[in-house]
């Protein structure tokens, strides 16, 4: 669903690589460990603005 634009995904990596190459999907938090496990959000560019602030706030709060 995330990878839709319906919001935020925590999967391996591998599953996510060509999108994040690509900009379709953006890692917004990583887990410190080495289990390969990785916070992403995917929205719509025309999403409404209560998920964009959303997708604003988990960036902000979890970038590395």
Do not use: C, N, Y
Request: charged share 20%.
């Amino acid at each position: 669903m995330a990878a839709g634009g319906l919001g935020v995904a925590i999967a391996p990596e591998h599953l996510f690589a060509s999108d994040m190459a690509a900009g379709r999907q953006v890692e917004v938090w990583a887990l410190g460990d080495a289990s390969g496990e990785h916070l992403f959000a995917a929205w719509a560019r025309d999403t409404d603005p209560g998920t964009r602030r959303v997708v604003e706030w988990l960036v902000a709060r979890f970038a590395k």
